[in-house]
Nanobody, 121 residues
Framework: QVQLVESGGGLVQAGASLRLSCAASGRTSTSLVMGWFRQAPEKEREFVAAITWDGISSISTTRFTISRNNAENTVYLQMNSLKPEDTGVYYC??????????????????WGQGTQVTVSS
């Protein structure tokens, strides 16, 4: 099992930046593909970013950057120029099976509890 704990969410004004962190523990390995998804009220969970162990990434917007520290089993999501539509619960996810930074939620076996990001206008 892999446990994921997100942190770094909060309430910010439009245009601000936030950095989310996700710490992995348990049966972790550097081969895990790590991802971020978000879910706004009454909307489906959507892809934000993902990264392989060797740094190949996929991202939904150039305002965000994903990175990871394999030595610390941590993945980061740097979010800049935040907009009200970025509001939602941000979830960290991990996959042992994906060979690439997948964009579909059903490709990830492990999920964190989520951290709330609220962007006011």
């Amino acid at each position: 099992q892999v446990q994921l704990v997100e942190s770094g969410g909060g309430l910010v004004q439009a245009g601000a930046s936030l950095r989310l962190s996700c710490a992995a523990s348990g049966r972790t390995s550097t081969s895990l593909v790590m991802g971020w998804f978000r879910q706004a009220p009454e909307k489906e969970r959507e892809f934000v970013a993902a990264i392989t162990w060797d740094g190949i990434s996929s991202i939904s917007t150039t305002r965000f950057t994903i990175s990871r520290n394999n030595a610390e089993n941590t993945v980061y999501l740097q979010m800049n120029s935040l907009k009200p539509e970025d509001t939602g619960v941000y979830y960290c996810a991990a996959s042992r099976t994906l060979p690439y930074p997948g964009r579909r939620a059903n490709g990830y076996e492990y999920w964190g509890q989520g951290t709330q990001v609220t962007v006011s206008s």
